[in-house]
């Protein structure tokens, strides 16, 4: 029988996600299919009760369900607990666990961002949805001791911080209003600045002005495409990495869960690039690419 994967968001019209586990299923020898599912939230408990099925591996979560898989699974995972959101979900029986493999993922590009040099303590992260809580954890544990997360609605970033309380008693994590003249002073005490918005999805906007970028910044941004912001940091000689990286290592995550296989990351990187190469600045419901030759689905959604 052959087992499925499901990609459950909305809208889902095409996604980099489909592109890279089709190949790895195939690559692996693994008889699995990787299906895209359009759901909007009122279907969500339904469709994630389809899940308990002998015929499902589990699923990925992408905008705007991983939040609101949190109370639909059995179990949670100690990263999908203190994030309050779920991107993966595995099946043991009739039950399912909920992951959270973004967690992972960031780490993996924070790490290549940074390089050999010292860990920083210090962030600005912009954003507070479910990309943004992954961040947020993978810099708690990273041992980062002052994180400043401005969001366009403060509410929700206020919302994220009293969600981490306990993860985050013993640094300073702190909702600021989004004010262009704060984020700039933010940043001067600041080593790292993540961009966790969908600013610069499908815009070519960038979430601040270019000239409060310094030389010494380390930026990452979550979107896979080389947006304005991180042309901006660029041209600031700083270091820019978008967030490619951590789309693949969130998806082997995912992968290994799934199968109890390790990843063929080099095929699943080349897969990525590839539906990238077909004109992937596109968000999630956009129309596919006509140019993208990749199996399973091709678009920029996670
Ligand atoms: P959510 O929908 O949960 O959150 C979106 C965030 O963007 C919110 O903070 C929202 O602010 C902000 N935002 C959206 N539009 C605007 C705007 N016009 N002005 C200001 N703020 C805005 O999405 P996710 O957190 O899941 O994803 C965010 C981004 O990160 C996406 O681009 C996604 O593709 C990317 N991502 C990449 C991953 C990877 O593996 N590389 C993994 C996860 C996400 P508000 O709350 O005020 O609405």
Redesign the pocket.
Known sequence: MTKRVVLIGHPVAHSLSGAMQQAAFDAQGIDASYELWDRAPIDLPEAVAELRGDDFLGANL???H??RAVPLVDRLTEEAHATG?V?TITREGKRLVGHNT?VV??RT?LDRLVGKQKMPRQAVV?????????VIYGLIIEGFQRIIVF????H??EGMVRHFGRSAAHMELRAMP?HESIIESELVKSKVLV???????VSD?S?IPGDIISPELLVLD???SRTKLLRDAEAAGATAM??????????AAAFTLWTGQPAPLELMHSKLAEARAGGLRS??GEPAGAASGASGGSG???
């Open positions: 992408t905008i705007p991983k939040e959101a991107n973004d993922g960031f590009a912009l954003g507070a949805g479910g990309g943004a809580r992954a969001n366009r609605h403060l929700r970033a989004w961009n966790a918005t969908s600013i610069g999805l906007d979430p979550l979107i896979y978008d967030g490619e990286l951590m789309l693949l290592h969130q998806g968000a999630e920029a959604a996670d």
